[in-house]
């Protein structure tokens, strides 16, 4: 059994940044790998990035380039750094863990870009 715990949401002007992050804990397996996923109001949720145990990263492409993943091994967090954000980034972004076949979920946090 694993869990997750997000935290870094806000309220963001167009162009700002924001940095989320996600803790896991519990059963961890030596070889995982942990990512985001976004879910904006009446549509379907998205995979955003993933990184695995190896520092592997990768993204979706709709993001231009304008955010990054990183992880902290000894801990097991990773975190997702926004960058240039726009309100079509406006969503619930949350964090998963993928291992033995498996897929685990956080509780999700909010990320909304207005002026």
């Known amino acids: 059994q694993v869990q997750l715990v997000e935290s870094g949401g806000g309220l963001v002007q167009p162009g700002g940044s924001l940095s989320l992050s996600c803790a896991a804990s519990g059963s961890i397996a030596m070889t995982y790998s942990m990512g985001w996923y976004r879910q904006a109001p009446g549509k379907q949720r998205e995979w955003v990035a993933t990184i695995n145990t190896g520092g592997y990263t990768n993204y979706v492409a709709a993001i231009q380039g304008r955010f990054n993943i990183s992880r902290d091994s000894v801990n097991n967090t990773v975190y997702l750094r926004l960058n240039n954000l726009t309100p079509e980034d406006t969503a619930v972004y949350y964090c998963?863990?993928?291992?033995?076949?498996?897929?685990?979920w956080g509780q999700g946090t909010q990320v909304t870009v207005s002026s």
């Open positions: 998963n863990l993928w291992q033995e076949r498996r897929d685990f």
